[in-house]
């Protein structure tokens, strides 16, 4: 079972998205509320996947983005965004994302994105 570290500055988007991948029998590595967060998650957690919120304070989903894959070459990272950011979405793929889900989230969709990056 792939586990996953949900990062996103709103407690009800985590919520939201715990339920979904739960459901979809991905197991919850963690949860981190910023970017700064999310990188230390990360490198203590090793989770096979990262969802990202673009939108977050202290650190954004893009610069979080570059630093765990700084650390973590092989780390796959699947960015979430509102619609109308798809200038910051590009960025991340050429960052390295593996894709990205747009709010308000879709449940097809989301379990479509993690089982095209992650199998």
């Given amino acids: 079972m792939a586990s996953v570290l949900i990062v996103d500055d709103a407690a009800f988007m985590r919520m939201m998205l715990k339920d979904i991948l739960t459901k979809g029998g991905y197991e919850i590595a963690g949860?981190?509320?910023?970017?700064n967060e999310a990188v230390a998650k990360y490198a203590e957690l090793k989770p096979d996947l990262v969802t990202l919120d673009i939108t977050m304070p202290n650190k954004d989903g893009l610069q979080a983005l570059k630093e765990i894959?700084?650390?973590d070459p092989n780390a796959v990272c699947v960015m979430c965004s509102a619609m109308g950011q798809q200038a910051m979405v590009i960025d991340a793929i050429q960052a390295g994302a593996k894709d990205f889900i747009v709010k308000p989230f879709q449940?097809?969709?989301v379990l479509e994105s993690i089982r095209k990056?992650?199998?």
């Fill in 31 to 35: 949860e981190a509320g910023d970017g």
């Fill in 117 to 119: 990056v992650i199998g």
């Fill in 107 to 109: 449940p097809e969709r």
């Fill in 69 to 71: 894959k700084e650390s």
